[in-house]
């Protein structure tokens, strides 16, 4: 029987537990929602006061050059690129994660004319999936989007796949691809990979280059901690950089943006896959929330990430099945990312009800409590606590409010 007082001693032996105290958490909150939306880091609204009053306020147009803001999506993106196994000049930080898709889906797609099957997991994160509807209608529907089972993956690679488009860590149950034997199975048959990292970038070390990954995608906002909104990345393999022409040719993508000539030559390099002038404020606060990265132990991260899913499996479980719960994630802890779900026929009200007593997840449709394990944050005791409330939720069916099933906009 594992108890509170376990856990406190465990996490008095973490190497990681020094980080909390960077974050502003709210008091009486256990976050557990750093898969969706990371928390603030102390040390980002002096960066934005600096960039919107000295750099903005005082340094206007000047700090373009002074300030080096022209800078920021390769700065940022060289930082990015440790965290995922890669070079410097290998990863920008740019867009929206749908945005940069839609750019390397479609410049992978141009590499490799005379293949005409984009191949996908069935369950892959939506947003993937209509981009890579837009960009075969946005060519002519002269490709094909074949959709299988994780599962079924690797089998699927034939001659006529143009680019496996897949998601490392499922948004909903946690399932982890193996990203370099699916990267070799596709080399093998001649196809591309496209990776999204969204749901692995900040919660596990990452080996892009070791795996000879092709190209990548990826989200500021959740493990990264960038803010809500915050810029995407893109990662292209150095040797495939200066053999892709960007779809969105715009101006910060172009060999002299200040030139000002009329016809599109492309930069060199990771550069040509910029469109347009970066937003500022947002990039900045990504910058600075990503120096905290610096001081990480990857590994060490993982293996807490590990112990923390675990501990919360083993924890409901230990409640018994009258909870009602299905545990949706995998348990071996290799293959699953830093997430724990569990299915319940009522999961949008049991979530809400969470949430009103401060423990915050979020629901997935159509019946998944999800639940992101944040290492360098969350507590042994911030699961246990978590687990009991939750557990006190379903036992007296507090969730079967009006107030908790009423639908909001954003699950």
């Known amino acids: 029987m594992i108890d509170r007082k376990h856990c406190e001693d465990l996490d008095r032996r973490d190497a990681l537990a020094r980080f909390r105290e960077r974050f502003l958490l709210p008091e009486g909150v256990i976050y557990l929602d750093g898969n969706s939306l990371g928390p603030l880091l102390k040390s980002v609204p002096e960066r934005i006061r600096q960039v919107v009053e000295r750099e903005w306020g005082q340094g206007l147009i000047r700090s373009w050059n002074a300030a080096r803001w022209i800078d920021l999506p390769q700065r940022v993106g060289d930082k990015i690129a440790r965290l995922i196994g890669a070079e410097r000049g290998e990863v920008v930080a740019?867009?929206?994660?749908?945005?940069n898709l839609f750019k390397l889906l479609s410049a992978a797609l141009s590499l490799q004319r005379g293949r005409a099957v984009i191949l996908s997991e069935r369950d892959n994160f939506p947003t993937d999936l209509y981009v890579a509807q837009g960009v075969r209608d946005q060519l002519g529907g002269r490709h094909e989007i074949k959709l299988v089972d994780a599962s079924g993956i690797r089998d699927a690679i034939d001659d006529k796949v143009a680019v496996v488009m897949l998601t490392h860590v499922n948004f909903r149950t946690g399932a982890r691809h193996d990203l370099s034997a699916i990267t070799a199975a596709a080399h093998a048959k001649g196809a591309l990979v496209l990776w999204d990292l969204s749901h692995s970038v900040g919660a596990m070390p990452l080996a892009l280059n070791a795996s000879r990954a092709d190209l990548a995608i990826g989200c500021g906002y959740k493990y990264l901690n960038g803010g809500p909104g915050a810029p995407a990345f893109l990662y292209v393999r150095r040797d495939l950089q200066d053999r892709i022409r960007p779809p969105l040719a715009g101006w910060m993508g172009h060999r002299e943006p200040f030139a000002f000539v009329p016809d599109y030559a492309p930069a060199e390099g990771i550069l040509r896959?910029?469109?347009g002038t970066p937003?500022?404020?947002?990039?900045?606060?990504?910058?600075?929330?990503?120096?905290?990265?610096?001081?990480?132990?990857?590994?060490?991260?993982r293996a807490k990430s590990m112990a923390l899913a675990g501990l919360l499996i083993a924890l409901v479980e230990g409640q018994g099945a009258s909870l009602g719960l299905t545990l949706a994630t995998t348990r071996d802890p290799e293959q699953r990312g830093s997430q724990v779900s569990f299915a319940h026929p009522e999961g949008y009200a049991v979530m809400q009800a969470l949430i009103a007593r401060g423990v915050i997840g979020d629901y997935r449709a159509p019946d998944?409590?999800?639940?992101?394990?944040?290492?360098?944050?969350?507590?042994y005791v911030d699961v246990f606590?978590?687990?009991a409330i939750l557990a006190d939720i379903l036992r007296h069916r507090r969730w079967d409010q009006a107030e908790f099933k009423r639908r909001a906009k954003v699950t």
């Not at 740019?94 to 945005?99: C, E, G, K, L, P």
């Not at 937003?279 to 991260?301: I, N």
């Open 279 to 301: 937003p500022v404020l947002a990039m900045a606060a990504l910058d600075a929330a990503l120096d905290l990265w610096a001081e990480v132990d990857l590994d060490a991260l």
């Open 385 to 387: 606590d978590a687990v």
């Open 368 to 379: 998944l409590i999800r639940f992101g394990l944040t290492p360098l944050y969350l507590r």
């Open 94 to 99: 740019a867009d929206s994660t749908s945005v």
């Open 273 to 275: 896959n910029l469109c």
